[in-house]
């Protein structure tokens, strides 16, 4: 079971497990979203550019990000909804073979006015590679139900 919103506290640090990303994470994704941009996808193309090798989408290492705060088991029923990303910046490249983690801080908590069954967790997440550097990071907003009157 997750973390009921009463449950959290300003500051409070989480970690995911790691995550190594692969060439058929980014092929897919590039299938998927249909963002076939070279720099993901063409050696040749890719080995021109400052990076000198493919890059991971941007918004596959956010989609990453958000896989690794579930990882961590915060939302197991007790989140409602996603609600927004604010401040999502791409710091530094993610090349494909990267190991990344998430590291997930609590940075404020809005109880519900209307209803009490739930309140609103701003988590900071970084998305942070093997070598330290932050790649990603932003705050997402999770609505989160309350212990005291769950639904069950």
Same mark, same amino acid.
């Given at each position: 079971?997750? $973390? *009921?919103?009463?449950? *959290?506290?300003? =500051? +409070?640090?989480? *970690?995911?497990? !790691? /995550?190594? @990303?692969?060439?058929?994470?980014?092929?897919?994704?590039?299938?998927?979203? =249909? +963002?076939?941009?070279?720099?993901?996808?063409?050696? !040749?193309?890719?080995?021109?550019?400052?990076?000198? /090798?493919?890059?991971?989408?941007?918004?596959?290492?956010?989609? $990453?990000?958000?896989?690794?705060?579930?990882?961590? =088991? #915060?939302?197991?029923? &007790?989140?409602?909804?996603?609600?927004? $990303?604010?401040?999502?910046?791409?710091?530094?490249?993610?090349?494909?073979?990267?190991?990344?983690? &998430?590291? $997930?801080?609590?940075? +404020?908590?809005?109880?519900?006015?209307?209803?009490?069954? /739930?309140?609103?967790?701003?988590?900071?997440?970084? #998305?942070?590679?093997?070598? =330290?550097?932050?790649?990603?990071?932003?705050?997402?907003?999770?609505? @989160? /139900?309350?212990?005291?009157?769950? !639904?069950?």
């Amino acid at each position: 079971m997750g $973390i *009921y919103f009463e449950e *959290y506290s300003i =500051g +409070d640090e989480f *970690y995911s497990p !790691t /995550r190594t @990303i692969t060439e058929t994470d980014v092929v897919n994704f590039a299938a998927m979203s =249909g +963002d076939m941009n070279e720099i993901h996808t063409s050696e !040749t193309f890719a080995n021109k550019t400052p990076f000198k /090798r493919r890059l991971v989408h941007g918004l596959l290492g956010l989609s $990453i990000s958000h896989g690794l705060m579930f990882r961590v =088991g #915060l939302m197991e029923g &007790a989140a409602i909804a996603f609600l927004t $990303i604010d401040e999502w910046k791409f710091k530094s490249p993610i090349f494909i073979g990267d190991t990344v983690h &998430a590291k $997930i801080e609590v940075v +404020d908590l809005i109880p519900s006015k209307s209803k009490n069954d /739930r309140g609103v967790v701003k988590l900071n997440i970084k #998305l942070i590679n093997s070598d =330290g550097n932050i790649t990603q990071e932003g705050v997402k907003s999770i609505m @989160i /139900r309350t212990k005291e009157n769950q !639904t069950q």
